[in-house]
């Protein structure tokens, strides 16, 4: 028997409650993702992208149906549980990096590795994954701003990948960047799952998409293709 | 410790609004110590000064009823007085505790040739009684009717010393007594205020102004004695019928002023508390504003793993670092502020650096590192509790 689906979705319904009416953002969504895999998700403005990737990130609950990450289901969870799950079975990358202004390249990349041991880390092991996403060492004790957006999103890829996650979660990750640096972005991505990382990357931009293997179109709560 | 990290970061990166926060902290401290000393110098120095007559109950006639006593003598006196017979019935009651009546009047002095005339009081006292009552810094006590004893302060403003000669009576018509000791400063007392009045025998006084009854009488308690039972003792033996005499514990009435003077150190301090409130306000703005500009970032720290009293904790010590230095500093502060108020009310600061002028700094200090961490709980808790997804649109 192989591994587990890293993630699972089954029927999954989101609605979000308005004074004006309830609002079906995900309508019985299900699918599932191998170990391995490297997913896009595509799709028009309000067609539910973001509810798909916050509830696979953990950062909402759906409505209904379940979800499973590395075979654990998360409907039961709790915040202190999911926050474990996030911090240690889940990276994240964003459009705009979000890196913490008051830490430097190094501490950024070790955050997520200090708030799984609770105690300091090793500084090499940030170095080793900075390396990895072939940032200069000159730049590692610099600070967020110091850098460029490009260098920037290569320090939030290596602190998604810090505590080696089973999944990587990408929302736009070139949305914020030049072509030419976002194709390099994306480059490592590609290489980073042909090591065997999972990554499921939200994107609007077909060329973007092409880097991956698989593309989930979600149109109006649903998964058309 | 990467939490504790970023707070002192981010309080450094706010340098002026962290300092500007602290230095409310810093005004609080200095505020409730200062107080807090000034109150403990103000008890330590009446205290200082009343000790020695804490050990009395002091035996008068009752001046609301005023039965069975007589009119008494001497120059100015109408009030009532008490007169042997129930002396010796006080006397009787409170054994073996020493029962000293008291003769006082007041007359016209002069204290040698060319010098001018002056009005001082007279105290009559049994001279076995008088080394129970008050303690000389020169001099001896006296036996004898021709000599006289005088107050520190008396000896001081007039220039008398042992052996000066005081003529009493208007042209000296009363006699003229010799010094032969001078009292030790007794300061403010109960009983009798000898600092700035003269202590003849009791038989000359007996003789001078005609005078057989007593003013006062004033029992020593021994130690280990309730005051306050020989205060009911007296009362009982003497108020059976009537209310004839006023009896006042003195050990109460000191414990009644002490008690006066904690109420009013609590008040002054109290006060100086609304400033260290101003300052946790302050505290709190700037927390809260901490918390507003950083939603994003604690949307992203939440997000990635941090947990809920993580974040929290980020806060609490951002509260606890401008606590702890504003406190501290306010509390070496208030030593200075303190040694200031004490010098300048009171004229003297030998109280300060004792122990219980310690305990209003640590007071102080403690009150404004607790007032900081209840007043950055709040926003700690807000961040803490902030939804991430909603957090992380937040720009």
């Not at chain 1, 499973?68 to 969870?77: A, E, P």
């Not at chain 2, 309730?226 to 006042?248: F, H, Y």
């Not at chain 2, 950083?294 to 009293?309: A, D, F, L, P, V």
Request: with cysteine.
């Amino acid at each position: 028997m192989g591994d587990p689906p890293v993630m699972v979705f089954k029927d999954v319904v989101k609605v979000y409650p308005l004074p004006s009416g309830d609002v079906t953002a995900l309508d019985g969504v299900s699918f599932k993702v191998d170990r391995g895999e490297f997913i896009s998700i595509m799709g028009p403005s309000g067609s539910g992208k973001s509810t798909l990737l916050n509830l696979m990130g953990c950062l909402d609950t759906p409505t209904s149906g379940d979800i499973y990450i590395s075979g654990i289901r998360t409907g039961d969870m709790s915040d202190k549980e999911l926050t474990e799950l996030r911090r240690d079975r889940i990276g994240f990358i964003f459009q705009y990096f979000n890196l913490f202004p008051l830490l430097n390249i190094i501490e950024n990349v070790t955050f997520p590795m200090m708030l799984k041991s609770q105690k300091e880390v090793d500084p090499e092991k940030g170095r080793a994954a900075l390396r990895l996403v072939q940032l200069d060492d000159s730049l590692f004790t610099h600070t967020p701003t110091e850098i460029s957006g490009g260098q920037q999103q290569r320090v939030a890829v290596a602190r998604a990948l810090i505590n080696d996650p089973d999944i990587l979660l990408c929302d736009e990750p070139t949305g914020n960047l030049d072509s030419k640096t976002g194709a390099g972005i994306m480059e490592l991505m590609s290489e980073l799952n042909r090591k065997g990382t999972t990554i499921i990357m939200v994107t609007h931009d077909p060329n973007i998409a092409k880097y991956s293997r698989r593309t989930i179109l979600i149109a109006d709560g649903r998964i058309v293709e | 410790m990467i939490f504790w990290e970023i707070a002192k970061r981010n309080l450094r990166i706010h340098l002026l609004r962290s300092t500007l926060a602290m230095l409310g902290i810093v005004i609080g401290v200095v505020a409730i110590a200062s107080m807090g000393i000034l109150g403990n110098t103000l008890v330590l120095s009446v205290s200082d000064s009343l000790h020695t007559v804490g050990d009395s109950v002091i035996v008068s006639p009752y001046t609301g009823g005023g039965s069975g006593f007589r009119q008494g003598g001497g120059v100015g006196s109408t009030s009532l007085k008490i007169t042997d017979q129930q002396y010796q019935q006080i006397k009787r009651a409170v054994a073996p505790n020493i029962a000293i009546p008291v003769l006082q009047t007041s007359d016209i002095m002069k204290l040698g040739v060319g010098s001018d005339t002056i009005v001082a009081p007279i105290y009559g006292l049994n001279p076995d009684d008088v080394p129970n009552l008050m303690k000389l810094k020169a001099g001896s006590y006296s036996r004898s009717d021709s000599g006289i004893l005088v107050g520190s302060t008396f000896a001081t403003d007039h220039n008398v010393n042992v052996g000066s000669r005081i003529s009493i009576g208007t042209d000296g018509d009363k006699g003229t007594l010799r010094v032969t000791g001078i009292i030790e400063e007794r300061g403010i007392s109960f009983d009798i205020s000898t600092d700035s009045a003269v202590v003849v025998t009791q038989n000359w006084f007996d003789t001078t102004y005609n005078r057989i009854d007593y003013d006062t009488v004033v029992v020593k308690v021994d130690q280990g004695v309730d005051s306050a039972v020989v205060k009911t003792t007296i009362e009982k033996q003497m108020n059976k019928r009537d209310k004839v005499v006023s009896v006042m514990d003195s050990k109460a009435t000191l414990a009644t002023i002490f008690t006066a003077f904690g109420a009013i150190t609590t008040f002054v301090t109290a006060i100086g508390g609304i400033s260290m409130i101003v300052a946790g306000v302050s505290i709190f703005n700037i927390m809260m504003m901490s918390v507003s500009e950083r939603i994003k970032e604690i949307g992203i720290m939440r997000s990635i793993g941090t947990q809920k009293r993580e974040v929290m904790s980020m806060f609490i010590y951002e509260a606890a670092i401008l606590g702890v230095i504003g406190s501290v500093i306010g509390g070496v502060l208030s030593i200075i502020a303190g040694y200031g108020v004490s010098a300048l009310l009171l004229n003297t600061t030998k109280y300060l650096f004792v122990w219980s002028s310690a305990i209003p700094i640590i007071e102080g200090v403690c009150f404004g590192i607790i007032i900081s961490l209840a007043c950055g709980v709040y926003p700690a808790w807000k961040a803490a509790n902030l939804i991430p997804i909603e957090a992380m649109r937040h720009e």
